[in-house]
């Protein structure tokens, strides 16, 4: 399989974003996050969505100018951001970086953002804030879109709303990001695209059974994604889903009433600083000690290890920054069609490992 630099990726992609106008700012911003998430693995949320966003921009539904960020402080530690779909990397990021600061100053900090537009692998903006020794914490939802039932119905009401957080580590640092729900949209969909059964029963079919086969989900009616916790306990991960959807669409104020068009979200940030807490030092003893005795549990199978949320993702991307990252088939498609829909067409052949 081939192999792209993440320079040449860069390059390409802040070209990309900056012919369809978006701004410097914004384009570098969202190169550099979409690049992380196929660093990190995670090809389904990576530069494959490159081309998703840039037909947005094209067409007016997302927004590339940084400028029309809308702020209003509330606190020294809480803001509410108004995002007006500028691509969402760039308001993530910059939610983090205003809530790291109040982080360090008073213990926490916390941004809410109401109409961004979608914001990547929230497992990509981890690492530079953990490596600060800061607790970074992002959760979301997407008002536009419904896929997941309520635990014990049929309709889909909201999305999988993912939670990432960041805790810091002297041995081996912990980078979680995970739906609650049983698998994501985009899992789903690349396994109707590819014809291929799901790993396990996660779709709720419209008859109300539980199904492997991403069709089901595909329906009419539609079917639905099971919430965590599938079938048996799958009221934990509906009440997890509702915690989501209060902490992001319901605090900024915009969501499922306002039945908002179109690829979106909503974003709720926090960054904690654990050295005005219990101290640094004390804080990643204990989180070493945890870890340790994760890491030191005796496995099922002795082959596979226990290993740390993150990890395999943090040692994948030290390999891949040094040799390049192997791109699926599918991404590279997605790529294709946005270069060739540029002055860059042709060069997928000048790419070097």
């Known amino acids: 399989m081939k192999r792209y630099t993440t320079a040449w990726l860069n390059d390409v992609l802040v070209t990309l974003f900056?012919?369809?106008?978006?701004?410097?700012?914004?384009?570098?911003?969202?190169?550099?996050?979409?690049?992380?998430?196929?660093?990190?693995?995670?090809?389904?949320?990576?530069?494959?969505?490159?081309?998703?966003?840039?037909?947005?921009?094209?067409?007016?539904?997302?927004?590339?100018?940084?400028?029309a960020l809308s702020v209003k402080k509330i606190s020294p530690v809480a803001a509410v951001f108004d995002g007006h779909y500028?691509?969402?990397?760039?308001?993530?990021?910059?939610?983090?970086?205003?809530?790291?600061?109040?982080?360090?100053?008073?213990?926490?900090?916390?941004?809410?953002i109401k109409r961004s537009h979608h914001i990547a692998c929230l497992a990509s903006y981890l690492q530079p804030f953990v490596e600060q020794g800061l607790m970074p914490i992002i959760m979301t939802s997407d008002p536009a879109v419904k896929s997941v039932a309520p635990f014990g119905g049929v309709e889909p009401v909201y999305t999988p709303n993912p939670i990432a957080m960041g805790i810091p580590s002297r041995v081996q640092p912990i980078l979680m990001d995970v739906s609650i729900s049983t698998v994501t949209n985009g899992s789903v969909a690349k396994a109707?695209?590819?014809?291929?059964?799901?790993?396990?029963?996660?779709?709720?079919?419209?008859?109300?059974?539980?199904?492997?086969?991403?069709?089901?989900?595909?329906?009419?009616?539609?079917?639905?994604?099971?919430?965590?916790?599938?079938?048996?306990?799958?009221?934990?991960?509906?009440?997890?889903?509702?915690?989501?959807?209060?902490?992001?669409?319901?605090?900024?104020?915009?969501?499922?009433?306002?039945?908002?068009?179109?690829?979106?979200?909503?974003?709720?940030?926090?960054?904690?600083?654990?050295?005005?807490?219990?101290g640094k030092s004390t804080f990643l003893d204990e989180t070493d000690h945890l870890v340790s005795a994760c890491l030191d549990s005796a496995a099922i199978d002795p082959k596979r290890p226990v290993r740390m949320p993150g990890q395999a993702g943090l040692a994948r991307k030290e390999a891949y920054l040094e040799q390049g990252i192997p791109l699926p088939s599918d991404v590279l498609t997605e790529l294709k069609k946005a270069i060739d829909d540029s002055s860059l067409k042709g060069c997928m052949g000048a790419a070097r490992p």
């Open 192 to 278: 109707h695209a590819e014809k291929n059964q799901l790993a396990h029963p996660v779709i709720l079919a419209n008859t109300g059974l539980a199904s492997d086969n991403p069709a089901d989900f595909f329906s009419d009616p539609q079917g639905s994604i099971l919430p965590l916790g599938g079938m048996e306990f799958g009221h934990k991960g509906f009440a997890m889903g509702l915690m989501v959807e209060a902490l992001t669409s319901a605090l900024a104020g915009y969501g499922r009433k306002d039945e908002p068009s179109g690829w979106g979200a909503s974003v709720t940030v926090m960054v904690i600083d654990p050295t005005l807490f219990a």
């Open 86 to 112: 500028i691509l969402g990397p760039y308001l993530v990021q910059q939610a983090l970086e205003q809530s790291a600061t109040a982080a360090q100053q008073s213990g926490i900090g916390i941004v809410s």
């Open 18 to 67: 900056m012919e369809a106008g978006a701004s410097r700012e914004v384009s570098e911003t969202t190169s550099s996050i979409l690049i992380e998430g196929d660093l990190l693995g995670h090809h389904t949320h990576g530069i494959k969505l490159a081309n998703g966003y840039l037909r947005d921009l094209k067409s007016g539904h997302a927004c590339g100018d940084h400028t």
